[in-house]
């Protein structure tokens, strides 16, 4: 019903910046919330950001200031712009779409910030 596959993930500096992608595919998109969460090694996945299908957007304490989130639908796809990156924001980042708790996953883009 619903694929995502994610992009743009890799190596940065700390400071730096990076926009991941997920291309969305089937017969929900518009309706969903979307949203981008990490895990690092030894630590259980955690939201980094959402957004609804009304544009209410939501972000971890973490992030905020650094990250944005977007969607567009006409394009069927959700990013995430990371800026003034840290070190230990280095994760597997992965995109979801939820319609309440029925949640779909992407396969992840590993991000890591290292110099």
């Known amino acids: 019903q619903v694929q995502l596959v994610e992009s743009g993930g890799g190596l940065v500096q700390p400071g730096g910046s990076l926009r991941l992608s997920c291309a969305a595919s089937?017969?929900?998109?518009?309706?969903?919330?979307m949203g981008w969460y990490r895990q690092a090694p030894g630590k259980e996945r955690e939201l980094v950001a959402d957004?609804?299908?009304?544009?209410?957007?939501k972000y971890a304490d973490s992030v905020k200031g650094r990250f944005t989130i977007s969607r567009d639908n006409a394009k069927k796809m959700v990013y995430l712009e990371m800026n003034s990156l840290k070190p230990e924001d280095t994760a597997v980042y992965y995109c979801?779409?939820?319609?309440?708790?029925?949640?779909?996953w992407g396969q992840g883009t590993q991000v890591t910030v290292s110099s």
């Open positions: 957004i609804t299908s009304a544009g209410n957007k």
């Open positions: 979801s779409s939820n319609y309440y708790d029925n949640y779909y």
């Open positions: 089937g017969t929900i998109f518009s309706s969903n919330t």
